[in-house]
């Protein structure tokens, strides 16, 4: 496994959560990288990227002011804070790396890690 998300949980609405993804660093390097969610019964969408050098970064209108992704590039990390949690952000998380520039395509990525599962309650 290239990349190995973790950090997700139950939460109550309004919470907070820190995901991480570790990466190779063959992975990490030099790629953008992005996190999608996939909630049941739906098709896999785009929450956030940023590029290799952390200047750029892009959100989905749902989420914007809310999450948060930045990365370590020493630590081949990726991560994305997570807060004023809504039950509609209950999703399977997952992180994925592409070449540069970050773009919100599922197709646009050719490294994908198992995700992590995040549960908010109302």
């Known amino acids: 496994v290239q990349l190995q998300a973790s950090g997700g949980g139950s939460v109550q609405a309004g919470g907070s959560l820190t995901l991480s993804c570790r990466a190779s660093?063959?992975?990490?390097?030099?790629?953008?990288i992005g996190w999608f969610r996939q909630a049941p019964g739906k098709e896999r969408e785009f929450v956030a990227s940023?590029?290799?050098?952390?200047?750029?970064?892009y959100y989905a209108d749902s989420v914007k002011g809310r999450f948060t992704i930045s990365r370590h590039n020493a630590k081949n990390t990726l991560y994305l804070q997570v807060n004023s949690l809504k039950p509609e952000d209950t999703a399977v998380y997952f992180c994925?790396?592409?070449?540069?520039?970050?773009?919100?395509?599922?197709?646009?990525?050719?490294?994908w890690g198992k995700g992590t599962l995040v549960t908010v309650s109302s």
């Open positions: 994925a790396a592409g070449a540069e520039p970050p773009r919100a395509g599922v197709d646009d990525y050719d490294y």
């Open positions: 940023i590029s290799w050098s952390g200047r750029s970064t």
């Open positions: 660093e063959r992975t990490f390097s030099n790629n953008a």
